[in-house]
């Protein structure tokens, strides 16, 4: 039997968490007058829902999982923070990532002081399931963190992967699926009855176009939520990004749409680039990036800046390339003009 207490640090097993105002009293009321907050209204004088009630029922609705399985965050790197303080002990245990990989949960790690254990992925940027099973048995390794579709390579690793490795493992798998939507699948959130040790984190910041108002999701197990729950900040999520998250999601056909021009461009992208001498392979993409090859990344990098038009160089992660966000139908044109200038 799965149970997340026993993996969680002692100390936050014996936290007794901050109860804000909000969460003494959650009736309806007509006088408020239990949180030193301004009794002037503007809209914003209240604190918001500490648990996010309504913005959670909502999502719950779309990704057909229950509420209690959200847990709801200052963008996902937040979840990814405080799942690492709340499993894994300071100095003592570790974590695995598999390069080249999104680099927050190595800089969260070391905030927090947990080692990182790497499982770098092969040439066709897969993970070797076989080897590695032998190394999970190590009681201090708490987590793994699977990126799928991964950044910066942008594919996604395979279902039946993330399953076997979170049946032979007894910490959490955290598949982290901020790019999920760009892909053809599902993802693994039909999976977390199946597998209990699973986390998937997903984002507004990406699929959603809400990079701004930092929103993140993790799904789980409610027994990892609560412990989330119980040492999160009491206002995690303010009040303008919840009211800005429900309003979206009432609105879900604009983003249907743009989901599917992005991966349309994607797909333009990808065989324009082929076209260009500068370019030796441009990596097949689940996500909305490309992971592009090139004749030399630091004076194309630099060139590209030079016209205007910055992409990320990710050549100290993967030798020779740069990442390169799909954009509009024009931006991309412009990045392919730029690309056509160089000397
Ligand atoms: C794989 C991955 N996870 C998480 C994030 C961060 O998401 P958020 O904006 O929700 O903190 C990013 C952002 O680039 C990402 O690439």
């Known amino acids: 039997m799965f149970d997340p207490e026993k993996l969680t640090r002692e100390n936050i097993r014996r936290l007794k968490p901050y109860r804000s105002a909000r969460d003494e009293f959650k009736g309806e009321a007509s006088v408020w007058l239990d949180a030193n907050e301004s009794p002037y209204e503007s809209g914003l004088n209240r604190y918001p829902d500490p648990m996010q009630r309504a913005l959670k029922k909502k999502i719950a609705a779309i990704k057909n999982v229950e509420p209690q399985n959200i847990f709801l965050g200052n963008g996902s790197d937040e979840a990814i923070d405080l799942l690492l303080r709340a499993f894994c002990v300071p100095g003592r245990e570790s974590v695995m990532i598999f ?12 905030i927090n002081d947990v080692a990182v254990i790497e499982s770098p992925l092969d040439d066709n940027f897969h993970i070797d399931t076989e080897s590695l099973l032998p190394r999970l048995k190590d009681k201090r390794l708490k987590m793994l963190f699977i990126c799928s579709p991964n950044n910066p390579t942008g594919n996604l690793i395979p279902e039946g992967q993330i399953i076997t490795l979170a049946q032979s493992f007894h910490g959490l798998v955290v598949v982290d699926e901020a790019y999920i939507d760009f892909a053809d699948t599902q993802g693994m959130l039909g999976r977390l009855e199946e597998i209990p040790n ?3 984190l997903q984002t507004f910041s990406k699929a959603w176009g809400m ?13 990892v939520i609560n412990i989330l729950n119980r040492i999160k900040p009491p206002y995690n999520v303010n009040g303008l990004t919840q009211k800005a998250a429900l309003s979206k999601l009432d609105r879900l056909s604009g983003r249907a749409r743009e989901i599917r021009e992005l991966i349309r461009e994607r797909h333009n992208l990808r065989r324009e680039l082929h076209k260009l001498p500068c370019v030796v392979n441009v990596f097949p993409s689940d996500a909305n990036f490309l992971l592009v090859r090139v004749t030399d990344a630091e004076r194309i990098y630099r ?4 016209q205007g038009v910055v992409v990320r160089n990710r050549s100290s992660m993967v030798p020779g390339c740069l990442r390169i966000s799909v954009g509009t139908a024009r931006e991309n044109e412009q990045l392919l003009n730029a690309l056509r200038n160089l000397q």
Do not use: Q
Request: aromatic share 10%; hydrophobic share 50%; proline share 6%.
């Open 303 to 306: 060139e590209l800046a030079r």
């Open 198 to 200: 699973m986390v998937v």
């Open 211 to 223: 990079a701004g108002i930092r929103l993140g999701m993790a799904f789980a197990h409610s027994g």
């Open 99 to 110: 390069p080249p990989t999104y680099g927050m949960y190595t800089v969260s790690a070391a």
